[in-house]
């Protein structure tokens, strides 16, 4: 059985940072393509980046390049997203997703797991 487990999330000021973490297990993480998405109150799911086995990482999306970044560590089965300066309208439930294979896709239907989300909120 397939599990994610994202954690890291919590209340922050604008301009803060914060570290994402997802813990993968029953999969062959090592073998994986990994992504970040979030969704904010009241607006549909939006990519946020993704990363294959092979380190191929697709485009950030426009609103978060420069200030996020991701990352994975095979050896603890491991997805990272570090987010810096953020922003309230970062404020969202974060989810990491994993499909089998090394081709990096932007969308949530291209994805065959989901962790639970992790909630992020940027006070201003």
């Known amino acids: 059985q397939v599990q994610l487990s994202e954690s890291g999330g919590g209340l922050v000021q604008s301009g803060a940072s914060l570290t994402l973490s997802c813990a993968a297990s029953?999969?062959?993480?090592?073998?994986?393509?990994m992504g970040w998405f979030r969704q904010a109150p009241g607006k549909e799911r939006e990519f946020v980046v993704a990363l294959s086995w092979r380190g191929v990482t697709t485009d950030y999306a426009d609103s978060v390049k420069g200030r996020f970044a991701i990352s994975r560590e095979n050896a603890k089965n491991t997805l990272y997203l570090q987010m810096n300066s953020l922003k309230p309208e970062d404020t969202a439930v974060y989810y990491c997703?994993?499909?089998?294979?090394?081709?990096?896709?932007?969308?949530?239907?291209?994805?065959?797991?989901w962790g639970q989300g992790t909630q992020v909120t940027v006070s201003s």
């Open positions: 997703a994993a499909r089998d294979g090394s081709w990096v896709s932007m969308y949530d239907s291209d994805y065959d797991y």
């Open positions: 029953g999969l062959t993480f090592s073998r994986s393509t």
